[in-house]
């Protein structure tokens, strides 16, 4: 199942192509964040927002809590470790 799972984003990779590198339980990969660019704010706003991660793309902001929960809730239900291996092997590729 591919699923959206939180990540954080610790820095910008390419401004104008809207690119950036997000942890996700200790395995950093590059996404789109043009989502989650917001009116009035810049790329580079994002570093440090947490996001909902899905198939390369940070598809919507959430708070710091929010994904706390929810990484908490995909743990206990095993889908994190298969998404968090997912992106940790296609980073690596």
Same mark, same amino acid.
């Given at each position: 199942?591919?699923?959206?799972?939180? @990540?954080?984003?610790?820095?910008?990779?390419?401004?104008?192509?809207?690119? +950036?590198?997000?942890? =996700? /339980? @200790?395995?950093?990969?590059?996404?789109?964040? +043009?989502?989650?660019? &917001? %009116?009035? $704010?810049? =790329?580079? %706003?994002?570093? @440090?927002?947490?996001?909902?991660?899905? =198939? /390369?793309?940070?598809?919507?902001?959430?708070? *710091? &809590?929010?994904?706390?929960? $929810?990484?908490?809730?995909?743990?206990?239900?095993?889908?994190?470790?298969? *998404?968090? *291996? +997912?992106?940790?092997?296609?980073?690596? /590729?």
């Amino acid at each position: 199942m591919c699923l959206g799972i939180p @990540g954080r984003i610790v820095r910008i990779t390419d401004v104008e192509r809207k690119l +950036a590198m997000v942890d =996700v /339980g @200790g395995v950093q990969r590059e996404v789109n964040v +043009a989502c989650v660019v &917001e %009116d009035g $704010t810049t =790329v580079e %706003d994002c570093i @440090g927002w947490w996001v909902l991660v899905h =198939v /390369g793309f940070a598809m919507s902001r959430i708070n *710091e &809590e929010e994904a706390a929960q $929810t990484l908490k809730i995909l743990f206990e239900l095993g889908e994190a470790q298969g *998404e968090i *291996e +997912a992106m940790r092997l296609s980073a690596a /590729g």
